[in-house]
């Protein structure tokens, strides 16, 4: 079963930037298409970004276009999130996660495996 082990939450004021990692454990990320998604407290889960295996083709949640970039290097197995011009609202845990069904990728139930999750917490 692959595992996959985010990284690079924290702390940031308004406005800052920060970026996330995901690090897969086998080679089945470079035929997977992923995601990230977040949860904030005392909300659903919310679908940010994904990118099809291929790396060619994206999906971009309203709220992150145009802040948020999802790219992926297949090589090292390694998928990340560039945050910029962070909000307030961006605060939850951020999780990566691989599609387990063979779908357009926007779709969220499509995700069957998931990471521990990382905090991203912005303040003023």
């Known amino acids: 079963q692959v595992q996959l082990v985010e990284s690079g939450g924290g702390s940031v004021q308004v406005g800052g930037s920060l970026r996330l990692t995901c690090v897969a454990s086998t080679s089945s990320f470079s035929t997977s298409s992923m995601a990230w998604f977040r949860q904030a407290p005392g909300k659903g889960r919310e679908l940010l970004a994904a990118m099809v295996w291929m790396g060619a083709g994206t999906y971009y949640a309203d709220s992150v276009k145009g802040r948020f970039a999802i790219s992926r290097n297949n090589p090292k197995r390694t998928l990340y999130l560039q945050m910029n011009n962070l909000k307030i609202e961006d605060t939850a845990v951020y999780y990566c996660?691989?599609?387990?069904?063979?779908?357009?990728?926007?779709?969220?139930?499509?995700?069957?495996?998931w990471g521990q999750g990382t905090q991203v917490t912005v303040s003023s």
């Open positions: 996660a691989m599609q387990t069904r063979r779908v357009d990728i926007s779709l969220d139930d499509s995700y069957g495996v």
